[in-house]
């Protein structure tokens, strides 16, 4: 389903200590390759465990796949793309447009794929970054984290799931040799992989049964092709694609006070919005009563498709909304006993984000290790620095994701951040620089006491934005513009500086 990927020329093995180390070669590794090449920052390199750069958008190939936040608005804004093809861009082009990025910005010679970061620690006496990889040992002064959060598909624990005997697989590793035409297919999960796997496949296999736990809530989609003219015409006159994006940006922020971000007096109008387009798509009250939320909107991330609830009523679409009882060598058994035969079983069931960081052990100051330091809970100042943990920075760290706009902004916020800390240490000249504690706590319980009144707290669901306590450590309790504006001027007074 994807086109082959470019092949970049290998990387040099860097053989002396590098000004900074990226690891991952997603969205958030290319912006910071791009941007710290753009700022004068060469001896820089980037290891990616792929063979591939894309991170989610090289992974997730399953048929459907496409982002549900504009293309002009999940495009970098220092490396915008006229020529989308659709509102909302599928994965292929997607995927394309991050590979195209390596030559636009001439990033190959830093780049080396299929590489593994296994682990790293802080060398106190040297100042930098010892890091182990599967391909040899690298030290820089700069860590940066670019690993994101979505790429450990989370299996369920459901019993008998691996006696399965037909194929098995998750929709973030999408068995593309197997056929579905003419196949009983299970799908597991109706999170916003499965609603966009769902109507892919519908129409070519011969019974599809889709195991629902939680309904979501469902809003229209509107995608439209861009034809050449409109193409021609952002190419032209790039404040019109500008204006666009920025249309697309402040109606999502809209988004943060109609619910996304808290209960307000919008959240029921938005409830209202997404109720009346399930009455349109669905006419059986049986089955609308079945999708219907039984959870304020906004809680879990909030879905958008056309085609989902059309292709629920096709005549070989069964939803299954019941308690599954167990996997069984041959299909699914139902806890009221009913069984349902299959020959491919997908797991539509999410990632499990807290494995990300927690795979690679980072060392940071006196021996301290990041998993453990975040044994109470996952946290980072500002969401991209870690008390303890020197010249260390995270892209899309904790609590910074998005349920209501682009996270390409906020990855482009924290990038731009980065580099301030990077501008910094080279005019101070210093050694070192790291949050301090005091100040890491303030931000952590502002953050906290904000969280508290948010929807996904109070909103009577769980979700993969939850820890094990049930706090939210994944999303930004507020507006991109508010973060934006937080971000834009590091204050040092929260940083333990230490001269060179
Ligand atoms: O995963 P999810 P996803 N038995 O965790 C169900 C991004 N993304 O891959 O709700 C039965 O949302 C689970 O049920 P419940 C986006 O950030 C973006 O769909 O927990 N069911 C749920 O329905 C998104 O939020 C795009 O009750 C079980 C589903 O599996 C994130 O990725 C596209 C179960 C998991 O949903 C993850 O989305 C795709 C069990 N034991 C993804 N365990 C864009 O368009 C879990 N489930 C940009």
């Not at 193409?231 to 019109?240: G, S």
């Not at 996952?378 to 260390?392: D, E, M, Q, T």
């Not at 000249?429 to 949050?435: D, F, K, R, S, Y």
């Amino acid at each position: 389903m994807t086109d082959t990927p470019a092949a970049p020329q290998p990387a040099p093995w860097p053989d002396k200590p590098l000004a900074v180390l990226v690891i991952g070669a997603g969205f958030s590794g290319l912006a910071m390759a791009i941007r710290c090449r753009q700022s004068g920052i060469d001896d820089l390199f980037v290891v990616e465990k792929a063979d591939a750069v894309g991170g989610t958008w090289h992974e997730n190939t399953y048929p459907g796949a496409a982002c549900d936040i504009p293309a002009h608005l999940y495009a970098l804004s220092f490396a915008p793309k006229s020529d989308w093809t659709r509102t909302f861009a599928g994965q292929p082009e997607i995927a394309a447009y991050l590979r195209e990025l390596v030559a636009r910005f001439d990033l190959a010679k830093h780049i080396a794929l299929s590489t593994a970061v296994t682990g790293a620690v802080w060398d106190g006496g040297r100042s930098l970054w010892r890091v182990e990889t599967d391909r040899g040992p690298l030290e820089a002064r700069v860590l940066v984290s670019g690993m994101g959060a979505l790429h450990y598909p989370a299996v369920p624990a459901i019993p008998g799931l691996h006696t399965f005997l037909g194929p098995l697989f998750h929709t973030a590793a999408w068995d593309h040799g197997v056929p579905l035409k003419a196949r009983r297919v299970g799908v597991i999960g109706t999170g916003a992989s499965a609603i966009q796997v769902v109507p892919a496949i519908a129409p070519e296999v011969e019974r599809l049964v889709l195991f629902q736990r939680t309904p979501p809530w469902v809003m229209p989609r509107n995608d439209r092709p861009i034809g050449p003219r409109m193409q021609a015409l952002f190419r032209r006159l790039p404040p019109v694609r500008r204006l666009l994006r920025e249309i697309q940006f402040r109606v999502r922020e809209a988004r943060a006070a109609l619910g996304f971000t808290r209960v307000s007096g919008l959240t029921r109008l938005a409830e209202a919005a997404s109720r009346h387009h399930l009455r349109r798509q669905i006419a059986d009250p049986a089955l609308r009563e079945k999708l219907t939320p039984p959870y304020r909107l906004g809680c879990k991330r909030v879905l958008i498709s056309d085609e989902f609830y059309p292709a629920l009523t096709r005549p070989n679409v069964t939803l299954e909304a019941g308690p599954i009882r167990a996997v069984t060598p041959d299909g699914v058994t139902m806890q009221d006993g009913r069984h349902h035969p299959l020959d491919v079983l997908v797991l539509a069931t999410g990632f499990d984000t807290t494995a990300s960081l927690a795979r690679v052990p980072v060392v940071g100051r006196d021996g301290l290790i990041l998993a453990r330091a975040w044994g109470e809970r996952v946290a980072a100042h500002r969401g991209v620095a870690v008390a303890g943990f020197p010249n260390f920075f995270m892209l899309l760290g904790p609590n910074t994701g998005l349920g209501h706009n682009s996270v390409v902004l906020m990855i482009e916020a924290q990038v731009e951040y980065v580099l301030a800390c990077l501008a910094e240490m080279k005019t101070r000249n210093l050694a070192a620089i790291e949050p301090s504690p005091e100040a890491q706590a303030r931000y952590l319980a502002d953050l906290e006491r904000r969280l508290a009144g948010s929807i996904w707290q109070q909103g009577g669901c769980a979700s993969w934005y939850q820890d094990a306590a049930g706090r939210n450590i994944a999303l930004w309790p507020g507006t991109v513009l508010a973060y934006q504006r937080a971000m834009r001027v590091p204050d040092w007074g929260e940083f333990v500086l230490t001269p060179a």
